[in-house]
Each structure stands twice: as C-alpha cells, then as structure tokens.
Nanobody
C-alpha cells in the first residue's frame, strides 16, 4: 500500500503562482512514476505532469508546458508541482498519482487539493 498526502492548493489571481506537494509513504520502492492529474467541474480527469522514478524523464500536457514544473525529492519520497502564470482554466481539483509496478500495475491517488484561479 502507498499513502499520499497533498498540500499547497488555494486561491490565486491569474498570473500568480502556487506550489503543490505530495508526500508518499508506505511501499514507495514500487514507484514507476508519480505525477499530477486534475479534474475541473463537468470534465474528465486529465494528466497534468508526470515524473519518472529516476527523475530523468518528465511529461507535461500541452496546456501547461512552459508554465508548470514537476520535480521530486527522492529522499523524502515527495513530488512537487510548481505552477506559474496561472490561468482561470487551470482551476480544478488536483490529484497526486503514484503509479506502482511490483507484480502488477496499481494506481494510488491522493485526496485532491483545490486550485482556484480568478481572472
């Protein structure tokens, strides 16, 4: 089992910045990737950014590329999402994701943190 605790959401004006954190505990050695997804009202959950176990490989959705940066602290089993130049369309509940590969693929999710960007 893996437990995820998120922090850092809140409200900000357009153009502002926020930093999300997600701390993993439990069977963290099974990590394949960690990342962030988001879900806006009435929309499906979508991937925002992911980072590999080694930290060498990252992925960003086109909508956040150049504005958001994902990073991780392997010693703390924590992943961060630095969000700059926020737009109203970034408003959503952001979920931390831990993709585990041991004997099978398992996705673990955080509880979600609200990000609200006002224009």
């Amino acid at each position: 089992q893996v437990q995820l605790v998120e922090s850092g959401g809140g409200s900000v004006q357009a153009g502002g910045s926020l930093r999300l954190s997600c701390a993993a505990s439990g069977r963290t050695l099974s990590m394949y990737t960690m990342g962030w997804f988001r879900q806006a009202p009435g929309k499906e959950r979508e991937v925002v950014a992911t980072i590999s176990r080694s930290g060498d490989s990252t992925y960003y959705s086109d909508s956040v590329k150049g504005r958001f940066t994902i990073s991780r602290d392997s010693a703390k089993a924590t992943v961060y999402l630095q969000m700059n130049s926020l737009k109203s369309e970034d408003t959503a509940v952001y979920y931390c994701n831990f993709k585990s590969l041991a004997t099978m693929w398992i996705d673990y999710w955080g509880q979600g943190t609200q990000v609200t960007v006002s224009s």
